[in-house]
C-alpha cells in the first residue's frame, strides 16, 4: 500500500489556480473577508449559507450570458 506524502501550502495554493482569483472578483473583495471571518470564526457551521449564496449569486447574471 503506498502512502502519499503530505502537501505544501504552495503546493496547494498552485492547485487552486486562478478559480480563486476570479471568484474573487466576481462576488467582491467585502464578501471574501466577510466569509473568511465568518468561516474563522465558525468553522463549517455555515458552510449551507455559501453553498446557498453561491448559487443565488448566479440568478441575476444568467441572462446577460445567454441563458
Do not use: H, N, Q
Not at 23 to 37: E, K, L, M, Q, Y
Amino acid at each position: 500500500m503506498e502512502t502519499k506524502a503530505k502537501k505544501t501550502i504552495l503546493e496547494r495554493l498552485k492547485e487552486v489556480g486562478p478559480g480563486a482569483l476570479v471568484a474573487a472578483a466576481f462576488i467582491g473583495p467585502g464578501t471574501v473577508t466577510s466569509c473568511s471571518t465568518s468561516g474563522a470564526s465558525f468553522g463549517y457551521t455555515l458552510l449551507w449559507a455559501m453553498l446557498f449564496s453561491g448559487i443565488d449569486s448566479t440568478r441575476p447574471t444568467a441572462p446577460s450570458i445567454g441563458f
